[in-house]
């Protein structure tokens, strides 16, 4: 049957699947648009760091291309980089993974995260999460079939996932609890008790829990807490991690998953059809970093620190209310005084005074009224985006 | 509390006290008594300010001077040492180990004149055995700063 005989035949027939037009269409594309096209914008936008990957990783991974490393790695990623995995969650965490059976090296933690919806859900079954939320999280669960339930937070309650609201939430068809602290887009940070009250509540109604902890290393003056450390969590628990923030690491797409053998084997059944194995070099990189990327941690953690500090009081100065973030590398200040939607206020803040940053209603109807400014740029940049963006405010009282 | 000031300084000297006070969570005044603290007792030894010269055009001699140096008696390296460091052609002067004892670094306008520097006052300082300069052909990277070519963010725009 031809496209045009069957667009008669059915007027919603269209030539993409239901299941990609549920997907929220994203409201950032046509900020990014304009981005593209304007010269002199400082872009608090871009959620990675500005630090290029430290010298001695990016020597490792060139050093791999003259030894001809070229090649297709084991599905699971190299042994190697497993090992080392194994051992970096154990000096971390005091966990145990087995390194041929419990990880696997993905493309990034949206593959891991793609893969760990697939792999668990099916058709009825539904996912709790907080809003806001990464943006991908609801539709990696939309693409699996699944169905996203949405736990409200806000400024009031620090954008901290509370047990309570996730138990009031649970229902036959609940599957699993899908976080990620320290967050993005908030900069929100979870302590060891509140999350010890989400693992009871996993416990009680038998919920798996999809932890990304991509930022793990990034917090400030508090201690983060790898989910699958609770009690009997392990098995419970899909840690999701990655090199792409904390070595700074993006274009390099490396990431991980750690779970019990069942979940592992059934997220590299689609894996392999799909991905095969993560890019070779990256993953020499990724050896690299774990073996030797303490220091550039350190330097980069005290580094965004002083930066957060300075972004987090100028948007204070500036009248905004700020919640006080302790990880990543975001602030998310309320623009509600301001009487304009969180789209109003990027898209004039963008066209008058050159400065990205993105509306809060990306991330969930609860980020409406926020806006998120990464704060992963050289503070000379944070400095004058905070002036013009005290300017912006300025002109326009409520 | 002090370390993380200088920390700040030794990267920019420009930092106000002011933004220091917001990076480190100490109070303006309390950041301004510390480095004033700092200033008196010699732990900051002086603000100044990275050039690269080839830029404007002025032509500068970069040499490496291995100095070897017999020690004296009580007095060890430190009293030849001495009489090198004062003299204002030495920018840099360390005691080192391996084959020579002193390594120096010392700048002219011409080779001519580092040249007259080491054999003119170095070289016939009593105690000095021996010396072997090596000029600088090109400065690659400077006290952590590449000169030329520092790799900038070469981000794409891109919203995640």
């Given at each position: 049957m031809s496209i045009s005989s069957k667009s008669q035949h059915s007027?919603?027939?269209?030539?993409?699947?239901q299941r990609v037009e549920q997907l929220s269409p994203s409201g950032i594309r046509k900020f990014f648009d304009l981005l593209a096209s304007m010269e002199g914008v400082i872009s608090?936008?871009?959620?990675?760091?500005?630090?290029?990957?430290p010298w001695h990783i990016r020597e490792a991974a060139i050093y791999s291309l003259e030894k001809g490393y070229t090649m297709y790695t084991s599905n699971l990623g190299m042994p190697e980089l497993r090992q080392e995995l194994s051992r970096y969650l154990k000096d971390n965490y005091e966990l145990e993974y087995?390194?041929?059976?419990e990880l696997l090296i993905t493309v990034g933690v949206s593959e891991a995260l793609d893969l760990a919806m697939r792999a668990i859900l099916n058709p009825v079954d539904e996912v709790i999460m907080p809003d806001?939320?990464?943006?991908a999280y609801d539709s990696c669960v939309i693409l699996s079939g699944g169905t996203p339930i949405m736990v409200p937070t806000n400024q009031e309650n620090n954008f901290e996932i509370s047990a309570a609201d996730i138990e009031a939430r649970v229902t036959s068809k609940t599957k699993a609890i899908l976080i990620g602290y320290p967050?993005?887009?908030?900069?929100a940070v979870m302590s060891k008790h509140k999350l010890a009250d989400i693992a009871e509540v996993a416990r009680r109604h038998q919920l798996l829990v999809i932890s990304?902890?991509?930022?793990?290393?990034?917090?400030?003056g508090v201690e983060h807490t790898?989910?699958?450390?609770?009690?009997?969590?392990k098995e419970r628990t899909i840690l999701l991690g990655g090199f792409s923030k904390v070595y700074a690491?993006?274009?390099?797409?490396v990431g991980y998953a750690a779970a019990t053998k069942e979940v592992i084997a059934a997220m590299i059944r689609i894996h392999q059809y799909t991905?095969?194995?993560?890019p070779t070099m990256g993953q020499v990189a990724a050896i690299e970093a774990l073996k030797s990327g303490e220091d550039s941690v350190t330097k980069m953690v005290e580094d965004y620190n002083k930066r957060r500090l300075v972004i987090v009081k100028g948007l204070k100065d500036i009248g905004l209310t700020c919640f006080e973030p302790q990880g990543a590398f975001y602030a998310f200040p309320s623009i509600k005084g301001t009487g304009m939607s969180s789209e109003q206020f990027t898209e004039r803040l963008l066209i008058e005074e050159k400065v990205a940053v993105v509306p809060g209603s990306a991330f969930g109807?609860?980020?409406?009224g926020y806006v998120r400014c990464c704060y992963a740029t050289s503070l000379a940049d944070i400095e004058e985006a905070l002036s013009r963006m005290k300017r912006f405010v300025a002109k326009h009282p409520k | 509390m002090i370390k993380d000031i200088l920390k700040i300084l030794e990267t920019?000297?420009?930092?106000t006290t002011k933004q220091i006070a917001t990076m480190t969570n100490i109070p303006t005044a309390e950041v301004a008594r510390l480095i004033k603290q700092a200033e008196k007792d010699h732990t900051i030894l002086k603000y100044k300010t990275m050039i690269n010269w080839d830029k404007v055009g002025e032509e500068q001699v970069w040499a490496l001077i291995e100095v070897k140096i017999a020690p004296q008696r009580e007095l060890g390296f430190d009293s030849i040492a001495e009489r090198i460091y004062r003299?204002?052609?030495?920018?840099t002067v360390y005691l080192v180990?391996?084959?020579?004892d002193l390594l120096v670094l010392a700048v002219g306008k011409t080779m001519h004149e580092v040249a007259d520097f080491v054999s003119q006052?170095?070289?016939?300082?009593?105690?000095?055995q021996g010396t072997i300069t090596h000029f600088a052909l090109?400065?690659?990277?400077?006290d952590g700063e590449i000169l030329e070519g520092e790799e900038g963010v070469k981000r794409q725009p891109v919203i995640l």
């Open positions: 007027k919603y027939y269209s030539l993409t699947s608090l936008g871009v959620g990675e760091p500005d630090f290029v990957t087995d390194p041929n059976s806001p939320h990464y943006v967050a993005n887009p908030t900069g990304d902890e991509i930022y793990a290393k990034l917090v400030y790898c989910f699958a450390t609770l009690p009997e969590m690491m993006t274009g390099w797409r991905m095969m194995c993560a109807q609860c980020g409406e | 920019d000297a420009r930092t003299f204002a052609q030495a920018r180990s391996g084959t020579y006052k170095l070289a016939p300082i009593e105690g000095v090109k400065r690659y990277k400077e």
